[in-house]
């Protein structure tokens, strides 16, 4: 059996070895050059072969972490993803929920709509956004001020430091939860129906056989879709970009991602904007194992 089961491991290893060494090529050696270039003096000057590259070590990482700024990002950054993952996950989960309930066109016309949501491009979806929510031209506007609430007559949407962060984790939510949805409907259709009917016929009531039964064979998916919305939206640019112009009103909305675009190309500061790439990429390692470990935890508990 041992030896059956190397053969297999060493079968596995050769048809791997392929994809290994893409990947390592696609990704291993662009975060090799990161790190790298986290360790130089790297500026414009460098950039342009016009100054020698200078080995300073770890001066870079000591002034990102010296700069108060750097930490006031850092914990927008994780309660911004925070509340996106969870916004993605509670939606697409409710509505995969729901399309497994309906009849085959209000499905097909949800799954149209969603996959319309998921094919628009970041730039396009977040400049209908905001122009959806635009001071003076905004549709969203007109229809408050038409309902009666006319303090909404001109109302900006990202001056606010929180509204601002509200609106982009809305189109972000918007334009996110079509893949939760798609992958945990894909989980409820797996679920053998003899398995739900047993619940029901124990007496299980519907939240319960969801709780108790769908939710337990969904982990894996849930797993996959939670790791996967936490490194899109911890290294969202683009809509906070486009959305708040470029960070917000005296970078009051700024994410690392945006951080680290203003102090390697606004600045020319390569070098820190590298180590911010860095301790963005180590952080959401570790988020991601932790978030693993908990999930291997709980499950061997309700085992």
Not at 12 to 32: K, S
Not at 55 to 75: A, C, H, K, M, T
Not at 186 to 205: C, F, M, Q
């Amino acid at each position: 059996m041992t030896t059956t089961r190397r053969g297999d491991a060493l079968a596995a290893a050769r048809y791997l070895a392929p994809a290994a060494l893409v990947l390592v090529g696609l990704l291993g050696y662009p975060m090799y050059q990161l790190v790298l270039i986290s360790f130089y003096d790297y500026g414009q000057e460098q950039a342009s072969a016009g100054a020698p590259l200078t080995f300073i070590g770890f001066d870079n990482y000591q002034r990102l972490f010296s700069e108060p700024q750097f930490w006031g990002v850092l914990g927008q950054t994780v309660a911004f993803a925070a509340a996106c993952v969870a916004g993605t996950l509670l939606v697409g989960g409710a509505l995969a929920v729901l399309a497994s309930r309906v009849r085959a066109v209000p499905r097909t016309l949800l799954f149209l709509a969603a996959l319309g949501a998921w094919a628009t491009p970041a730039v396009a979806g977040s400049t209908v956004w905001l122009f959806l929510f635009d001071a003076d031209l905004g549709l969203v506007n007109e229809v408050l001020v038409g309902l009666g609430i006319h303090d909404m007559a001109g109302y900006s949407w990202t001056y606010d430091k929180l509204v601002a962060f509200a609106l982009v984790a809305g189109e972000v939510i918007w334009c996110s939860f079509p893949f939760v949805m798609v992958t945990l409907y894909a989980g409820i259709r797996a679920i053998p129906a003899e398995v739900l009917e047993a619940a029901t016929l124990d007496g299980a009531s519907t939240w319960r056989a969801t709780r108790s039964v769908v939710l337990p064979l969904l982990r894996p998916l849930i797993a996959v879709a939670t790791i996967q919305s936490i490194i899109w939206d911890f290294k969202l640019f683009t809509q906070i970009y486009v959305m708040t112009g470029g960070g917000g009103v005296a970078g009051q909305n700024l994410v690392l991602n945006v951080y680290a675009y203003q102090q390697a190309f606004a600045a020319s500061d390569y070098g820190l904007g590298s180590a911010i790439g860095v301790v963005m990429t180590v952080v959401l390692l570790v988020v991601t194992l932790f978030y693993l470990r908990a999930l291997r935890r709980r499950g061997e508990e309700l085992a």
